[in-house]
């Protein structure tokens, strides 16, 4: 990206908690902070503080994943089970779906994936998914399933009385273009849900990041660098924080201000890549020990893309690990040591595209930033090789001071509070950066009497 179009939006953020107690009559309002792979809810409630909302097993983050059998309908860690054994009734990894054609080169990946789902071309030339004979499902409508039910842990976990939560700040890539935008809005009007604002995730995070060390924001800017690695996707954006003058209702004051001022971002690297390379890798290993043609078998395909996916973790800690999975093929069990010098020779070819999105946010800043924090968000963020690419292209060790499960989810939910009407908030100009460019196209048309009078003059 070359150029960055700026967008100035006046955003009033909430510095505390103790703030909202004095307006109890404002409505909860919600943010859904939906990634490829999980999904988090922030709640602002009349006289309670800001938090993150705990599904039904306590967690405060729920597998972005539904699925359906036997007449019923599950989510989260239910879903991913029943996706164990029954990989085509479990949906996952949706977001990439969202407002795209059936030949888009992103869905025919997604097909490669996973070859168990039966994806055809609706009426309207995107992907449907054939649920059964008799269902089929959108992208669009999978998702609204998911966002129906971030609302509803939202309204059990601070019910008010039987009133419903309707209104809520949506995350969305900052990569999204307008007709991935209006399929999530989409998505969440079928779930019965007002979208106030679908704001950029780094955004979110910088706003999350800014508004707890607004002590630190003076004249004098500051810079930070958030480098954001989620299972689908790496972004990283650059972004300022100084105190700035604006006039509001007549009168001139002295607000905090973060600006984003370049963006750069990569739709395909993502922890899900790493992955299913650990598990071809594990494949292999089953293959050379005389197993069966496991890929024939969804089932076992799924087994192993959750070892992959829980060996990928520990070996972020670990130097070296064993892969086990009972029965995988015909009762057949697998073991297999694993160790980190393997998983990062498999993903060699990925860590300079690390470097790379660093390089395309720094240059679309046009040079800015001098001295920028290095901060990281996203579970891929995790990977040791990744924090090693990092430190190289930025000459400093990346921070760590931030939630990073949960950062994009209370920036969205200051945003929040700050749209919704009964709750008192203190102002943070926020200037946005728009990644694609904005194409107005317009036809004038000039009735007789105006063409008389300009013909005259």
Known sequence: MSFVHKMVSTLSVLVLPLLLSQFA??????????????????????????????????KR???????????????????????????????????????????HPLVQDYKAKFPYYEIVASDRGTPVFIHDENTRFTPEELVAQLLAKAKEFAEISHGEKGQQITECVITVPGYFNQAERKAM?????????????????YT????????????????????????????????????EYKNVKVKDRGVVETVPQMQVLGVGYDRTLGGIEMTLRLREHLIK????????????????????????ERLKIVLSANSEFYAQIESLLDDKDFKLLV????????????????????????????????GARLVLAGGGARSPPVQAALTSAMGQEPAKSINADEAAAMGAVYRAASLATGYKVAPLNVKDAVVLPVQVTFTRHVDAADKLVSERN
Do not use: H
């Not at 036997?70 to 029954?86: I, K, L, M, P, Y």
């Not at 160790?339 to 395309?360: F, G, H, S």
């Open 25 to 58: 009559d404002g409505a909860s309002v919600i943010s859904i902070d939906l990634g490829t792979e999980w999904m988090k809810v922030g709640i602002v409630s009349p006289g309670v503080p800001m938090e993150i909302v705990l599904n039904k097993e306590s």
């Open 61 to 103: 983050k729920t597998p972005a994943v539904v699925a359906f059998r036997d007449g019923v309908r599950t989510f989260g860690e239910d879903a991913v089970t029943v996706g164990v054994r029954f990989p085509k009734n479990s949906y996952k990894y949706l977001l990439d779906l969202l407002g795209k054609t059936y030949d």
């Open 185 to 201: 809005k989409d998505a969440a009007a079928l779930a019965g849900l007002n979208v106030l604002q679908l704001i950029n995730d």
């Open 204 to 239: 979110a995070i910088a706003i999350n990041y800014g508004i707890f060390r607004r002590k630190e924001i003076n004249e004098t800017a500051w810079y930070a660098l958030f480098f954001d690695m989620g299972a689908a996707s790496t972004a990283a954006a650059l972004v």
């Open 285 to 308: 290993g089953w293959e050379a020990g005389g197993g069966g043609d496991v890929r024939a078998s969804p089932r076992a395909m799924e087994k192993l893309l959750r070892e992959a």
């Open 339 to 370: 160790t980190r010098k393997e998983l990062e020779d498999l993903c060699a070819d990925l860590y300079p595209r690390v470097a790379a999105v660093i390089t395309r946010a720094v240059a679309a800043a046009g040079g800015a930033g001098a």
